[in-house]
Every structure is written in C-alpha cells, then in structure tokens.
C-alpha cells in the first residue's frame, strides 16, 4: 500500500506533520503511528491485530464494512483503551468506546470522497 491509500482510511490523520488545531490529537497520533507504522513494515500493527484477533475475534465484533476503519485500526485503538483504562477492555467496552468516541464523531477521508 502507499502512504494516500493508507490515509484515506483514517478519521483524522491528513499526512501532516501535527495534528491541526482542534483535531483530537491522541487520535491523530494512534492514526499516525499506523500509517507509518505500516508503511515501515513494523510489526506492532500486525501483533496487536493477531492478539485482538486471537482473543476476541475482532474482524466480527467491529468488521470493516460496518463502518470503513480497517480492522488494523482497531485493533491498535483497543489497545490504547487497554493502556489508557488500566484494566482489560472487554469487547462489549471497546464496541461502545469506540463507536461512542471515534466513529459517531467522523468519517474516513474516503467515506468523505465518497459522499461528494
């Protein structure tokens, strides 16, 4: 993939260098980080993706046609939910966090395109 296909499926990372003014920057950053992250071949994305998968079957508590945020996002959100919660997130918790916080509040830059 290239780095403008990887932002199109992001909520609120445009490529720039920071996060604009009144961009929720922790969210920008988890973006971010995946977009490099995977453009470096890191394998972090892929581990936590693999754990969430593993343990909670991600891919069918949240599938990507639900909502247009690529399962590697999530899965990276659940584990900053994790770190930031300090305990456990179940899959019920994650589900209405991450809908609650992060897909009620924007759309993808490619669900943006689309819509025009």
Known sequence: MIREDLILDCRYYNGEESPPEGIDS??????????RMILENNPIPNKCLD?????????????????GTPVGI?????????????????????KKWY?????AKTKTH???LNNK
Do not use: C
């Open 26 to 35: 922790l969210m920008w950053g988890y973006e971010e980080a995946w977009v």
């Open 99 to 103: 809908l609650e916080n992060y897909v």
């Open 74 to 94: 999530k899965a990276i959100l659940w584990n900053r939910l994790d770190h930031w919660s300090y305990y456990p997130a179940d899959a019920e918790q994650f």
């Open 51 to 67: 754990y969430y998968t593993k343990t909670y079957d991600l891919p069918s508590i949240l599938p990507y046609e639900e909502d």
């Open 110 to 112: 490619r669900q943006l």
